[in-house]
C-alpha cells in the first residue's frame, strides 16, 4: 500500500500534504532507487513550481545527482527529454493549490508500482534542512523549442484554412501550443494563454470548456481545442459547440489511423466498445490511470490508447500521451470534415458522474454491496462504477446505462450512498 503516491505521482496541496521537504525527499529517493545520474526536470506554470523546482534539485544533488532544469514544459516534453529519470513539477488539471510530481523512467515511461515503492521506502532515510536549500542545477536552453520541432516534425500535417481556437489552461502550453498550430497554417486564436503564477486551470482548460465553447461560436472555428496544466490532457468544441471528449477523440483516431488494438480504461463508454467491436478492432480494458494505458500498450503491442478524461497515447513516434499530438493527430484526421460529422460514428451509452467530497476514500462493505447490487440490476444492460481519485479528497461515481434518466436516478442514489458513508 502506496502512502504518497496516488494514481500519477505524488500530488497535494502546496503547503499542507505537499512541501518542498517532501520534494527533496522525493528527489533523493528517486536517484538512490535508480542509481540516476542526470535527472531532467520540468515544470507547470503554478507559482509554487519555482521553489519546489529548487527543492527538487537539492535533493537530486543530496544524492550525488544532476538536475538538468527545462523550466516551464509540457509533461510530455519532460517524458520525452528524460535522462536516466525525467521529473515534472505539477498538479496537471487540478486547481491552482496543488502541486505535484510526476517520474519517468529514462525511456519516458511511468514508473511501475515496484519503482514506486522503493521511492517510498526510502523517503524517510533523510530530513532536509526545513526549508531546503535550492540546488543550482543545469540549464537545458531551448527545451520548449527543440519539443516543439520534434511534434510539429513527426505529427504535424499541413492545416492551412483550419480556423483554430486553442485553449493553453494558463499551463504549460501557454505560447507554445498556438504557436505550433499557426506555423502549420492554421487561423489561431488563442485563450488560456496568459499564466501569471495563480490562474493555471481557473476558468479554462480541458477541465472547464465553457469559455472555450464561447469563443468557438463567437469566432465562427472550426473547432476549439483544450488542454490542461500540463498538457497531458485534451479536450475539443465542434463546431457546433458541443464537447468531444477522450472517448470521441480515441474512436476518430482509432479508424483514421487504421489501427488493430486500441487500449482505454474502466472508465471508457460502453458505445466505444461497440463502435469497435464493429469494426473489428481490439479493445483492451485497463483499470483508470494512463500509466495503466502505457503498460497496456507496451504489453500487447498497440500503439494508440486513452482514458475518456482526455489522456491520449499515440506511440509511433512518442514515448507518452501528449495533447499537443493529440490535437495535431485530430486535425489530420479531419480531412476538411466538420468535426461534428467525424464525431457522430461513436454512438454513446447515457452516463452521469458525480464527485462526492470525502473525508475517507476506503469503500466500506455498504458501498461494495450496494454497487455489487446496483450491477445484478443492470445484468449487462449498463455497469456502475464507484471508486477513489487518485489525486484529490473525491469518490467518483459512474452509472451506464441505455436510459439516461436511469442513469441519472441511480448515480444520484449512490453518490447520496457515499456521502453517508464517507463524508
Known amino acids: 500500500m502506496r502512502r504518497y503516491f496516488g494514481t500519477d505521482g505524488v500530488r497535494g496541496v502546496v503547503g499542507e500534504s505537499l512541501t518542498g521537504q517532501l520534494v527533496a525527499r522525493l528527489g533523493r529517493a528517486a536517484v538512490l532507487a535508480d542509481g540516476a545520474r542526470r ?42 527529454g528524460a535522462l536516466d529519470l525525467g521529473i ?45 536549500a535550492g540546488a543550482a542545477g543545469e540549464p537545458a536552453n531551448g527545451a520548449a523549442e527543440r519539443y516543439l520541432d520534434h511534434v510539429l516534425g513527426a505529427f504535424g500535417a499541413d492545416l492551412g484554412g483550419l480556423r483554430l481556437v486553442v485553449d493553453s489552461a494558463n ?76 472517448d470521441g477523440i480515441l474512436a476518430i483516431l482509432a479508424l483514421h489511423l487504421g489501427v488493430e488494438l486500441v487500449c482505454v480504461t474502466q472508465m471508457t463508454n460502453l458505445g466505444f466498445h461497440a463502435l469497435m467491436a464493429s469494426r473489428g478492432i481490439r479493445v483492451v480494458t485497463t483499470d483508470v490511470g494512463d500509466r495503466h494505458v502505457l503498460e497496456a500498450l507496451l504489453r500487447e503491442g498497440g500503439v494508440l490508447g486513452g482514458e475518456q478524461s482526455g489522456h491520449v497515447i499515440y506511440l509511433d513516434g512518442h514515448v507518452s500521451g501528449d495533447g499537443l499530438t493529440a490535437g495535431l493527430l485530430l486535425c489530420a484526421a479531419l480531412r476538411g ?32 454491496e450496494a454497487v455489487a ?24 461515481v459512474l452509472v451506464e446505462t441505455r436510459s439516461a434518466a436511469r442513469a441519472r436516478e441511480a448515480c444520484g442514489m449512490m453518490a447520496s450512498l457515499v456521502q453517508s458513508e464517507l463524508g
Not at 509554487?48 to 516534453?77: C, F, N, Q, R, Y
Not at 487540478?94 to 510526476?102: Q, R
Not at 504557436?179 to 489561431?188: N, S
Not at 454512438?347 to 466500506?364: C, F, G, H, I, M
Open 39 to 80: 535527472v531532467f526536470v520540468g515544470r507547470d506554470t503554478r507559482a509554487s513550481g519555482v521553489e519546489l523546482e529548487a527543492a527538487l534539485a537539492a535533493g537530486i544533488a543530496s544524492a550525488g545527482a544532476t538536475a538538468v532544469l527545462g523550466g516551464v514544459l509540457p509533461t510530455a516534453a519532460v517524458a520525452l
Open 88 to 132: 515534472a513539477i505539477t498538479a496537471s488539471h487540478n486547481p491552482p493549490a496543488y502541486n505535484g510530481v510526476k517520474f519517468f523512467n529514462g525511456d519516458g515511461g511511468k514508473l511501475s508500482d515496484g519503482q514506486e515503492e522503493r521511492i517510498e521506502a526510502l523517503l524517510d532515510g533523510w530530513l532536509p534542512a526545513r526549508e531546503p
Open 171 to 246: 499551463g504549460a502550453y501557454a505560447g507554445l501550443a498556438p504557436r505550433g498550430f499557426a506555423r502549420l497554417g492554421a487561423e489561431v486564436y488563442a485563450i488560456g494563454d496568459a499564466p501569471d503564477g495563480s490562474n493555471i486551470n481557473s476558468g479554462c482548460g480541458a477541465g472547464d470548456t465553457a469559455l472555450l465553447r464561447e469563443t468557438v461560436l463567437a469566432r465562427g472555428a472550426d473547432l476549439g481545442i483544450a488542454f490542461d496544466g500540463d498538457g497531458d490532457r485534451i479536450a475539443c468544441i465542434d463546431e457546433r459547440g458541443q464537447l468531444v471528449d477522450g
Open 337 to 368: 470534415r466538420p468535426l461534428s460529422e467525424a464525431a457522430a460514428v461513436l454512438e454513446r451509452y447515457p452516463q452521469a458522474q458525480q464527485n462526492v467530497q470525502v473525508v475517507s476514500k476506503e469503500l466500506t462493505p455498504v458501498l461494495l
Open 373 to 396: 447490487r446496483l450491477s445484478a440490476e443492470l445484468d449487462g444492460s449498463g455497469r456502475v462504477l464507484v471508486r477513489p481519485s487518485g489525486t484529490e479528497p473525491l469518490v467518483r
